[in-house]
Structure formats: C-alpha cells, structure tokens
C-alpha cells in the first residue's frame, strides 16, 4: 500500500509562508533523562512533534522507546529536561506547579488501568472528573449520563466496577476522560482490555471527539484495528520519533505521484519512500515560492491551487494540483532558471534536495526518467 | 474556579471509601472507640487524682492556707508552731484562724483483727471551718470526750461504723459519735474527725502547740492575694501562704507530676493519644495505599493536592468522629462505675468532653497528615 507510509518530520514551517492554527500540541527540541548522575540515562533525543486540533495520532514503536514518556511529558506529568512544550497555547515548561494543574485539567487521561474508584459507581467514577468543571448540578449530570451511554453503558450507569467487566470498567475510565469533552485526549492503550466490538465503539468515540468538537488524540497503541482509523502515525524507537506520518496525506501524495511519468517506474516501496520524505508547505497568495538565479534546495509538488512560473518577467506556465517543478536545478546544481509564485492560497509537498538525491540514487530508472525530463525541459 | 470548589468531593468520596469497606473500617471504629475511651478514662483519672487531694479543702471554709514549707499534701503536711498562726489571726485582713492538726493512728477494731491505720483531723467544732452540714449539725457530738465521727466513706475493712461502737484507735478506747459524708480523698483508707482536744488526747505526744495547717478567713473585701503576700511579709521563711487558686495549682502540679499515680495516668493518656493516632493513620493510609493508582489519576486529571489531603483528613474526622460518639456514652458508665469503686470524684464536664473531643481531632489531623505522607507516593506519571 503506497499510503502506509507518508512521513512528514516536522519542522516548524517557517512563519512568514502560512499562519495555520495554533496547534494543539507543539513540541520542539525535546531531550529527557530518567536517574541522575552516572546512572543518568537519556531516553528522548531531540523529538519535534505537533499536532493541529481534530488530529488522531496513533503512536507506535517497541516496549521502552519512549511514547508514554512523551506522553506524560505533554500531559504536563513530568516536567522537561531540555526543550519546548507548548500544549493548548500555554508553554509547559513556564507555568507553575498550579498552572501545570490546570492545563492537565484540560485533557483526557485515559490510561492503561481504568483507575476506578471501587467505592463508586459507573455515573459517580465519572462525575469525579465533571466536577472539575464548574457548572450547574443538572447540567453536569446529563453530561456524565450522556458519556456513559454513548459509551454504551447507559444500562451500567449506577453499578460499581466489581459488577462490570474489564472492557466495561475500562469505558467508564473513557467516559472519565470524555466527560467534560478536552480539547487533547491522551490515551496509553486504551483498547487492551477491550473485545473487537468495545474497541471500535470507543475508537469510534474518539474519532468523533476530534470531528465533532476538534480534539486532538493522541493515542499510544499496538492495536492494528485502531491503526485504522488513525489520522496520523508516529513511530518511535530508542527514544526517537522515526516516522510521522499523516495518512490523508500520504495518500493524496501518492495519488499524486503514481500518474506522473517522472514517477511510474518506481516500485510501490520506492514510491512511499519519496512520499515519506515530504512536507506539507502553505503559501499564501502572492508568495514567491522559488526565485531565479536562487541556487535549489527543494522539489515541490503542488496539491492543492495554481502557481505561476516566470522566467524573465514572462509568465511560461501555470501548474495546478499534481503538477511538480524545482527539479532542474537539483538536477543540474545550476541556480534556478525561473521564478514560481503562489496565484491564490497554495498548498504544497516539499523534498529536500538530500531526499530527492537519496531517491534518485534508488532507482536507475528514476533517475533515466529525471534526465529525460531535465532535457526536455532544456 | 474557586478553591472551594475543588473540595466538593472531599467528603461524600472520603465517606464512600470508608462505607465501602464495612470489615475494616468496623474494626477501625472499634480500635478508635476503645483510644477515645481510654483517652476518657486516663484523663478522668488524671484530673480525678488531684481533685481526689483537694477533696478535703474543697469541703473547708478558707480564703487562704497556711502550711508549713515541708507540706507536700495532706498526709505528708509539715508542722508549724501555733504561735505563728496566732501572730496570722493578728494581721488586720484576718477574721478567723483556724488550726488544723492531722495525724495517723492504727484503728485497732479492724474486721478479722487487723489494724489498718486511720487519718485524724484534728480541729475546734465551734470554728464551723468545714462546710458539710452533716459535721457542722455534729459539733456536740464532737466536743464529748473520747468521741469522733467517721467518714461514710471509710472502708469496710474497718468494720461497722455503728453510732456508739466503741473502737480503739491507738491505745485509747473512742466512741464512734456519728458519721459525716465528705470523702477519704488520699489521707486515707479511713478517716475520722475529731476535737482539738480529742486529737491531744489521741496523741499526747504531740500535744495542740505543734499544727499542720492554719485556715484563715480574711475579713470582707479583702483580696485573698494581697492578703497572702502580706502575710508572706509578716510571718517571713518557713511557711507557705496558699490562696484556694495557688493551692490548686500546687496539688495539681503534685499529684500529676511528683507522684506516680500522676505520672501513670499522664503517661496512659498520652499513650491513648499516640494509640489513637496510629490507628486512625494505619486505616486511612492503607485506605490510601490500596486506592494509590485512584488517588493518582485524580492528580493526574486535575485535583489539586490540597483537595486529596482533604478527602484524607476527612477520612480521618470521620472515622474519628463516629468513634467518638459511642466512646462518650461508654465514658459516662464508666465513669460512674469508677465512682463507686474508687470514690474518685470522676464525672464528665463540659470540659472534660471539649478537651477530649479537642485530643480526638488532633488525632485525626495528625493521623491525616501522616497519611498524606502516603498520598505524596500518588505519582500521575507513574499510572500510564
């Protein structure tokens, strides 16, 4: 499947190109250490992530690489070591023991064990997380109430844990973190205990959390079925995010690129390999994408809007969603031989010249098709 | 948000964790109830003791006492010269001075012969210095010769205190004249109460030159303090002046630090205390270790840790409180058995109640605070 692996390793887009929404989670630069002195030990190294509202990140890798750390790091459980945290606008790393209080009691925690107050039932368990947001009595009842049944335990609701099965109790530990509808959810396999048909339930809720009201989720799985439906995946290993990969994406680049001749004879593998190097760049209208005479750094594909491109004061071409430019002077290593600027608001897939030459390098054919095209352009 | 706000689960959560677990906080109740009850019984001791050695004064007309400077309590006294105490009546502020002579004889009359010894008081019947009607209606009876009345509450172990039995007490032959309700205290096991001039008959020896005490009456609005230091001027070294305030504080001191009764009950209670605190901490904390993971994904999802520490005080008020409630009930029969077993004035005071009610939730608060010792091991990390 060419969509299975777009990687986007992000760097903060550069501020004058495009002014996207706060996300939700932004973290840059992120090293941290468990024990101190010579037993100090490093388990994240450098990680940059972040994440926009209404995004379900899934977050894979082996025991020990690092997702619960990064977890708890953005859940404001553990204070940094060395790097940024910013997560609903505030930077963590800033705020004061209270504040850090107050930005957890704006995500969902859902964790591994349900955590549920034995001497509670399914609707109090839940209403111990309600009433941390003020608000009338009734209305926080109805919503305690509401969770629970969406949750499919509407007939549950007064049963203490003891009388619920695992996958129940674990749904009131989802109901807890749902209940008063946080803009991240954080969640540490929340699936485990859960048969195939619960798990789709709740994955479905999760979905519909970052749907209905813009949630961000991000969810540390080894679950395939929730795999899925993930809007985004980010692999770990040794203490490192190895692939950040946003699905709709990634298929659209490959949708983009199967077509192009450029392109067609590379394999399936060779093909997510381009993809997987590519950023997501915006434009607004009237930006100078490339300039003349510039030397060239990176291969653009448009996806969606038109740039125009000139060369010497004249309009040559215009290209729309699918079409590419910037390869010539990776090609050539001569400066670039035209202007390109964005008509209306331009997004964009960008490969730096290192991933475009690594690609170049893979396929022989790639590379015959590249020169072809150089000279057709010449 | 307010502060106040986030305490609203604090006691309905902290009374469903203890209702939930009705095998271990029943025997929390029960080891609580039986710290209170001991913190009732120890402190009614404490306090019965020195009233049981102001039983005598707290039943004699006096604004002040003097005694010689050896006097510990009644039956180590001291002695002073009568003289001196003349040259108290002389001062301008006194009205009366009554002397008082205290003295221990063997009560040969025992039940199945044996001689337990009997306290002596010594005093003039017409001074009227003792305040219970039933020895001031008996001060004829007194002024016979060879005639004493007998405390009610002497114990049987001297035999029947029959009007007209004819005892021997030292080696005279007394008539028991009567008896007068007022208390044994800790002059002794018996006591009996006789005139001046019975007391040199019972101990020729010692003859009325020689007393224990001087109870002075000053005259109308003068201050008893005033009055004390002036005579503390006057009569110079070698004597106490006490005033009923000085007095009190000097048998309290006495009987609950220089003696071993004191120290026992001061000891017991302060062990009933500690008792009381560590089984209240032992409950709450394995309440709060057993739901660590609870308490820490209650931190993690936003509760401050000002509002646990309350869910565990409360738990601790709460389990103090409903063990309270049943110790006083059982601290009020107790009590009255030990009146009657002991003749200790033991007895519940609003004071006694406030003071223990204090101890009991100084238990809970200290319990609770080591507990939140325990709730700190609550780490948010650590529950993904």
Same mark, same amino acid.
């Given at each position: 499947? &060419? $969509? ?34 010579? /037993? ?78 034995? /001497? ?9 997380? $309600? ?12 919503? &305690? ?70 949630? $961000? ?36 680049? &490959? ?19 381009? $993809? ?82 690594? /690609? ?19 | ?48 003791? @020195? ?14 006492? !003097? ?57 003039? @019947? ?16 007194? +002024? ?103 007095? +009190?504080?000097? +048998? ?75 110790? !006083? ?14 003749? !200790?004035?033991?007895?519940?005071? +609003? ?34």
């Amino acid at each position: 499947m &060419c $969509a299975a692996v777009v990687a986007e390793r992000t760097e903060a887009p550069p501020a004058a190109l495009s002014s996207p929404p706060e996300p939700v989670v932004r973290v840059h630069g992120l090293n941290h250490y468990y024990g101190e002195g010579e /037993a100090r030990n490093q388990v994240l190294f450098g990680n940059s992530i972040e994440i926009p509202a209404g995004q379900l990140v899934v977050m894979t890798g082996p025991s020990g690489a690092g997702k619960t750390t990064l977890l708890t790091l953005i859940g404001a459980l553990r204070s940094a070591h060395e790097g940024r945290i910013d997560v609903l606008g505030r930077e963590l790393s800033r705020l004061s023991g209270g504040e850090l209080v107050d930005v957890r009691r704006d995500i969902g925690f859902i964790f591994q064990m349900h955590n549920l107050f034995d /001497a509670l039932s399914a609707y109090e368990n839940v209403k111990m997380a $309600a009433q941390l947001v003020n608000g009338a009595l009734p209305d926080m009842q109805q919503r &305690c109430v509401g969770i629970l049944e969406r949750l499919g335990l509407g007939h549950r609701i007064e049963y203490k844990p003891r009388f619920l099965s695992g996958g129940e109790r674990q749904r009131v530990a989802i109901g807890r973190a749902l209940v008063n509808q946080p803009r991240l959810i954080l969640a540490d396999e929340p699936t485990a205990a859960l048969d195939k048909d619960s798990t789709m339930n709740v994955i479905n809720l999760l979905k519909q959390t970052t749907i209905d009201y813009g949630a $961000a989720v991000m969810m540390v799985t080894h679950d395939h079925r929730i795999i899925d439906s993930a809007d985004r995946l980010v692999h770990m290993v040794d203490g490192r995010i190895m692939s950040d990969v946003v699905l709709h994406d990634a298929l659209r680049i &490959c949708e983009f690129l199967r077509p192009i001749e450029l392109f067609k004879s590379l394999t399936p593998r060779q093909l997510t390999d381009v $993809a997987e190097h590519m950023k997501k760049r915006h434009y607004p209208a009237g930006e100078t994408i490339i300039r003349e005479g510039e030397p060239g750094e990176e291969f653009f594909l448009v996806s969606d809007g038109e740039v125009e491109v000139i060369r010497a004061d004249h309009e040559v071409a215009r290209l729309g969603p699918g079409d590419f430019f910037g390869e010539v002077a990776l090609i050539s290593g001569e400066p670039r031989n035209a202007t390109v600027v964005a008509e209306g608001e331009v997004d964009t897939y960008v490969l730096g010249k290192t991933d475009f030459q690594t /690609a170049l390098a893979t396929s022989q054919s790639f590379r015959d098709q590249l020169y072809r095209v150089y000279f057709m352009r010449h | 948000m307010t502060g106040l706000f986030h305490f609203r689960p604090t006691v309905p959560l902290a009374w469903r964790i203890l209702t939930y677990d009705k095998r271990r906080t029943g025997l929390a109740l029960i080891g609580i109830f039986m710290a209170i009850l001991l913190v009732f019984i120890e402190l009614g001791f404490f306090y019965a003791v @020195p009233r049981g050695g102001l039983l005598l004064y707290d039943n004699m007309r006096f604004d002040l006492l !003097l005694a010689s400077d050896q006097y510990e309590y009644q039956a180590q006294p001291g002695t002073f010269p009568l003289d001196r105490l003349d040259a108290a009546r002389r001062s301008p502020d006194v009205e009366v001075a009554t002397p008082i002579y205290f003295g221990f004889a063997k009560w040969k009359s025992g039940e199945d012969g044996v001689w337990p010894d009997v306290f002596v008081i010594g005093f003039d @019947p017409a001074s009227q210095v003792f305040v219970p009607e039933s020895i001031n209606r008996q001060t004829g009876v007194l +002024e016979r010769a060879d005639t004493v009345l007998v405390d009610s509450a002497t114990r049987p172990m001297f035999g029947p205190l029959d009007t007209g039995r004819v005892v021997e007490i030292g080696d005279r032959k007394i008539t028991i004249g009567g008896q007068y309700v007022l208390g044994t205290g800790f002059m002794g096991l018996g006591v009996v109460l006789a005139s001046a001039a019975n007391f040199a008959r019972l101990f020729p020896q010692r003859g009325l030159s020689i007393v224990n005490l001087g109870a002075i009456q000053l005259k109308p609005g003068v201050d008893p303090d005033h009055a004390a230091d002036e005579l503390r001027k006057t009569l110079g070294s070698g004597l106490q002046v006490f005033t009923r305030t000085s007095l +009190e504080a000097h +048998e309290t001191a006495y009987w609950t630090t220089r003696t071993s009764v004191g120290i026992i009950f001061g000891s017991g209670l302060l062990i009933s205390f500690v008792v009381g605190i560590m089984i209240v901490y032992q409950i709450v904390s394995t309440q709060v270790s057993r739901q660590l993971p609870q308490f820490a994904t209650l931190k993690a999802i936003g509760y401050p840790d000002r509002s646990l520490a309350a869910t565990v005080s409360a738990m601790s008020l709460l389990i103090v409180v409903a063990g309270f409630i049943p110790a !006083l009930g059982a601290a009020v029969g107790l009590y009255s058995v030990i009146r009657r077993q002991t003749l !200790l004035p033991v007895a519940m005071s +609003e004071m006694r109640l406030f003071t223990v009610l204090v101890a009991a939730v100084a238990m809970a608060l200290i319990s609770a605070l080591l507990s939140v010792g325990t709730l700190r091991r609550a780490a948010p990390a650590d529950v993904f």
